[in-house]
């Protein structure tokens, strides 16, 4: 397939362009889905299936986040491990943690 990107018009190389990434969703989804389906005969021959590896992976569950960002709501913490900046910056700017609160 050779094409001479030169002589497309604007309008052909963004269409082109839409044709391409579309291509690789598709090509991404299905590599996926092949990952996914080895993956699971792999762990089928031990016996296994990939909800019970995941269960033993040795993390155990996140939390249930305590605090929120009040300037961006998506932002949480649950209280543990290292304070994310936007709580540092709150604390910094005279806020309690107490203000932060869910």
Known sequence: MNMDLDKMSKEELLALRKDVDRALKTVESRRKAEALRAAEEAVKEFGFSL???????????????????????????????????????????GMSISDLEI
């Open 51 to 93: 909800n019970d590896l995941q269960a033993t992976s040795g993390k155990g569950p996140k939390g249930a986040p305590k605090y929120r960002n009040p300037n961006d709501p998506t932002q949480t913490w649950t209280g543990r491990g290292r304070k994310p900046k936007w709580v540092n910056a709150a604390l910094e700017k």
